[in-house]
C-alpha cells in the first residue's frame, strides 16, 4: 500500500513507461529463449550460465510487473510459455546457445544505456543498474565459454604502435578512386569489420533456423530473405578484409541441424529479428561515422539502408499478423475534443 501511494505521487514519466515497456518484451523474449537452450543443453557449463541469466532476469521482470502495477499501468503480454516449445529437436548445434547469448547481450547493453538516458525515477534506475551489472557479467562469462571452447575467434593481430602520429592530409579519407591506392585500414576499421562479420555469421545461423521451421508461409519467405542479406554483408566486408590482405578468421561457431520442429512460436522469433535489425542500425551508424575511408562509410550507409527497409517489412508482417504489441502513448487530445 505505501509503495502504491508513493507511486501515485511520483508517476513514471512517459519516456520511463516506454522504455519499460521496451524492456519488459526484450526480457521475457530472452527468457523464452533461455528456457528452450537449458532444455536442450547437454553442457553442464553453459547450462550454468543460461539457468544463472534466467534466475537473475526473472527477478527483474518481477520487478518491473510490481512497478506496473504500483503505478497503475497494465503490464505488456510479452512472450509467454506458449511462445516456446521445450519438446520440440534441437534446431542448433552445441556452441550455439552461447553464441547467441554473448549477441543478446551486446543488444541488452545498447538498450540500457539509451534507456538509462531517460530515466529520472529511482526505482527505474536501479532496474536498469542491475541489468546492466547482469549483462557484463554475462558478456564476459559467455566471451570467456567461447574462447575456452574454441569456438569464437580473436580479430586479427596487428604490429603494436611504437609512435604517435597525425593524419596530415584528407587523402586519409579517400577510398572511391580506383586508380589511386587505397589507404590499410586502421586498427578501429578493422575491429568495426571482424565484429560485422561475426555478427552476420551468427545471424545467419540464427535465421536459416527460423526459417527451417516457420509456420507462416510470409515469416519463412521474410526469414529467407534475411538469411541473403546477411550473406551479402558478411561478403561486402570480407571482400574488404581481402583487398587489405588481411587474413579473415570469424566463424558462426556452430551449423543448423535438420530440425523442422519450431521451438518458437513465429511471433517470437519475428520480434527477436526486430531487435536485432534496430542493434545493426545502430552498430552501422556508429560504424559509418568512426571509419574514416569514405569508401567502407558508403558500403556501410547502403548496407544499413538494406536492413532499415528488411525491418519495416518485419514490422509489417507483425502488424499483419496482429503480433505488434501496442506501446503506450500519450493522449490524442484533437480527437478527445472533438468527441
Avoid at 553464441?99 to 545498447?110: A, H, P, Y
Avoid at 547482469?134 to 567461447?146: A, W
Avoid at 521451438?263 to 560504424?287: A, Q, R
Amino acid at each position: 500500500m505505501k509503495e502504491r501511494i508513493l507511486a501515485l505521487t511520483n508517476p513514471l514519466s512517459a519516456a520511463e513507461v516506454g522504455s519499460l515497456w521496451l524492456t519488459y518484451e526484450e526480457k521475457t523474449l530472452i527468457m523464452r529463449i533461455l528456457e528452450y537452450f537449458i532444455a536442450k543443453s547437454d553442457e553442464q557449463q553453459s547450462r550454468n550460465i543460461l539457468g544463472g541469466l534466467w534466475q537473475e532476469l526473472d527477478f527483474y521482470v518481477l520487478q518491473m510487473e510490481k512497478l506496473f502495477e504500483d503505478q497503475g499501468i497494465v503490464k505488456p503480454v510479452g512472450f509467454t510459455k506458449e511462445d516456446v516449445n521445450l519438446e520440440s529437436p534441437k534446431l542448433y548445434d552445441n556452441g550455439f546457445d552461447i553464441m547467441f547469448l554473448r549477441i543478446l547481450k551486446e543488444v541488452s547493453m545498447g538498450m540500457y544505456t539509451m534507456n538509462m538516458n531517460m530515466a529520472y525515477n529511482d526505482q527505474v534506475m536501479m532496474i536498469y543498474e542491475g541489468l546492466t551489472t547482469i549483462t557484463q557479467k554475462i558478456y564476459k562469462l559467455s566471451t570467456l565459454y567461447l574462447l575456452q571452447k574454441g569456438i569464437l575467434s580473436l580479430p586479427p593481430k596487428v604490429t603494436m604502435p611504437k609512435t604517435v602520429e597525425f593524419i596530415k592530409n584528407k587523402s586519409y579519407m579517400s577510398g572511391f578512386n580506383p586508380f589511386s591506392k587505397k589507404r590499410a585500414l586502421n586498427d578501429i576499421e578493422l575491429g568495426i569489420i571482424h565484429h560485422a562479420i561475426e555478427s552476420n555469421n551468427i545471424g545467419m545461423q540464427l535465421i536459416t533456423g527460423f526459417a527451417q521451421c516457420a509456420e507462416h508461409k510470409d515469416v519463412k519467405h521474410y526469414f529467407v530473405k534475411g538469411m541473403e542479406l546477411c550473406k551479402k554483408q558478411i561478403k561486402t566486408f570480407e571482400d574488404i578484409l581481402l583487398e587489405s590482405n588481411v587474413h579473415f578468421s570469424a566463424t558462426s561457431g556452430s551449423t543448423v541441424t535438420t530440425s523442422t520442429v519450431a521451438p518458437f512460436s513465429d511471433k517470437l522469433m519475428m520480434h527477436c529479428i526486430f531487435l536485432l535489425n534496430g542493434f545493426s542500425i545502430v552498430g552501422n551508424s556508429f560504424s559509418i561515422f568512426f571509419t574514416l575511408r569514405n569508401d567502407i562509410s558508403m558500403k556501410n550507409a547502403l548496407i544499413t539502408k538494406d536492413i532499415f527497409l528488411y525491418g519495416q517489412e518485419g514490422i509489417e508482417l507483425k502488424i499483419k499478423h496482429g503480433w505488434f504489441e501496442e506501446p503506450p502513448q500519450m493522449e490524442d487530445r484533437s480527437r478527445i475534443i472533438k468527441k
